[in-house]
């Protein structure tokens, strides 16, 4: 991982934001900036010409990880508190009345407080999504490994998918399905694994419940692992039973959805005309009501990562960033839940190329009707 590469772009951003500094507080940003993985740490930057300084404050359980992963960045264990002592470091390192960026999407009221008494003469700057969209464009490296976790899910999903059957519980599938996926090697699961059957497939989020596989009707599996500190993120939907001419219409435009989302996409384009493309394909269905979330989100160190895949509406700022790049990893997967009846959602991850994307995840998105 280029970690030396990062630090510039980052001290290349702060520059055009005019912030001689900054302290990171969100730990997927500092895993990114400096390889850091431990649970808690704090990264003070500060710029001096085109050089950024960096310091990572961690306490004494991580003297040995740090010392081991950390790459570009001095280690501090501190022992005054990881936000006293960066708070310091960075009074030493910048001027008196810097602006100090700090990252207002991942800091309590009560850390700013604090550090508004502990370096007073410094202009705290709330900034939001910085290193965050430095991380939507992925590198060679980060590509291979968000590769490396898709195909060991992949390969999970085909061998358990069989496995599915009226009354057993969907907590089973999900444990069968993390079991698998820890055994072959996977750090942990990307989030909750996701199994809905029956009626609760009409739940976008329906979290693997106690209730036993309808005999008749769509089961939604959502899962994703970490492998190697990136994620993937899958959804495939299997038919129990024998599905009536209905299910199958559903079915049909979900993944006609899906696959004109994934043929718009290309570098350069805006991120909402992916949403439109998938969007408009359930709605000349008469599902476009029942299609409740957006299109797809990138991924990486962590599950839901900037470029969001949304709809334009006159209300809200536009999403950001506001066109595709070649290099970002994002999930195509739109989806219909008719409440009382069930829902579909189908889901692969593609990588953005100049010339469209390529498709990530290799499963079958044929009907599996069990
Ligand atoms: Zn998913
Ligand atoms: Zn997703």
């Known amino acids: 991982m280029d970690y030396v590469g990062r630090q510039l772009r980052l001290s290349t951003q702060l520059a055009e934001k005019r912030l001689p500094a900054m302290l990171i507080t969100h730990l997927p940003n500092v895993r990114y900036l400096c390889g850091f993985t431990g649970s808690a740490a704090i990264l003070a930057v500060a710029v001096a010409g085109k050089r950024p300084r960096l310091a ?29 002592e960066a708070a310091g470091w960075l009074a030493r390192n910048a001027e008196v009345n810097a602006k100090v960026g700090f990252e207002a999407d991942h800091f309590s009221f009560s850390a700013y407080e604090s550090l508004r008494k502990l370096a007073s003469r410094l202009k705290w700057q709330p900034t939001s999504q910085l290193v965050e969209r430095l991380r939507a464009v992925k590198e060679p490296a980060e590509i291979a490994q968000i590769r490396a976790a898709i195909d060991l899910a992949s390969q999970v999903y085909d061998s358990i998918v069989a496995d599915i059957r009226p009354g057993i519980l969907e907590t089973a599938i999900a444990a069968e399905l993390e079991f698998v996926c820890r055994r072959m090697g996977a750090e942990r699961m990307s989030f909750e694994t996701i199994v809905a059957s029956g009626t609760r497939s009409a739940l976008p989020h329906g979290i693997a419940s106690t209730q036993p596989i309808a005999a008749n009707g769509f089961v ?8 190697g500190g990136y994620c993937s993120d899958m959804t495939r939907t299997v038919f129990v039973g024998q599905p009536n001419r209905r299910a199958e219409r559903i079915y049909q435009a979900v993944l006609n959805a899906q696959l004109a989302g994934i043929k718009a996409v290309t570098a350069g384009l805006a991120t909402t005309k992916v949403d439109y493309a998938a969007r408009k394909v359930l709605e000349k269905a008469g599902l476009g009501e029942y299609f409740t979330h ?8 962590e599950i839901h ?31 219909v839940y008719i409440p009382g009846y069930g829902g579909v959602r189908i889901e692969d991850m593609v990588l953005v190329t100049d010339t469209g994307c390529e498709v990530l995840t290799p499963n079958s998105k044929e009907l599996i009707v069990l």
């Open 220 to 227: 939604i599996i959502d899962f994703g692992v970490v492998l």
């Open 305 to 335: 990562e900037l470029p969001g895949l949304r709809r334009a509406t006159k209300t809200t700022k536009p999403p950001q960033p506001e066109r595709l790049e070649a290099g970002m990893v994002v999930t195509i997967e739109p989806g």
């Open 294 to 301: 957006s299109t797809g989100h990138g991924v990486g160190i």
């Open 56 to 84: 990572l404050f961690t306490d004494g359980r991580y003297t040995e990880q740090a010392r081991l992963e950390v790459q570009g960045a001095k280690v501090v264990i501190a022992r005054g508190g990881a936000l006293r």
